[in-house]
């Protein structure tokens, strides 16, 4: 019995936890018939693997969505990164979370394609204390709440 309550205390200690944070500044979600653009700028040292790795998913998820941002009248999305840190997998492999955690933290501003004006902003913020898995999929769901935001109102 001490030994299973050992083992399971240490598996908690290994797998952490891992979550994700919406703070909404202004509420919106889009209609499915408008198009908009999205540009990632990074405020931070983000490494070109994650920013590709975003852009990418960011794009396969609302491809039928965009639009050139020169076109008249389409929202523009600017995702900026303000936070970022990841551990890389070796460092997560060994020393799991007494290595720290890894995040990304992004504030998310829509305007108006012809006015310029600002119709919404929130921010985002992943992360993951865990030992397991690779940095990609911290990312992915990262993109993946920001879409989820833009596309129904909710991660």
Known sequence: MKKLLVLSSLCLVLVGC????????TPFKFSSSEKFSFQINPQVDVSAEAL????????SQLAGSLDLPSSQGVKKVQ???ISYR????VTRALVGIFAGTDYITSQVTV???TTAN??????VKSLND???GPSRSLIERHADNI????????P
């Open 18 to 25: 891992a979550g994700t944070s919406l703070a909404i500044q």
């Open 118 to 123: 600002v119709i919404a902003g929130f921010t």
């Open 79 to 81: 995702i900026a990164i």
């Open 130 to 132: 865990s030992a397991w």
């Open 147 to 154: 879409v989820s935001y833009l596309k129904n109102g909710r």
């Open 52 to 59: 590709e790795i975003m852009n990418e998913r960011i794009q």
């Open 111 to 113: 305007t108006d394609g």
């Open 86 to 89: 990841m551990r890389d997998d």
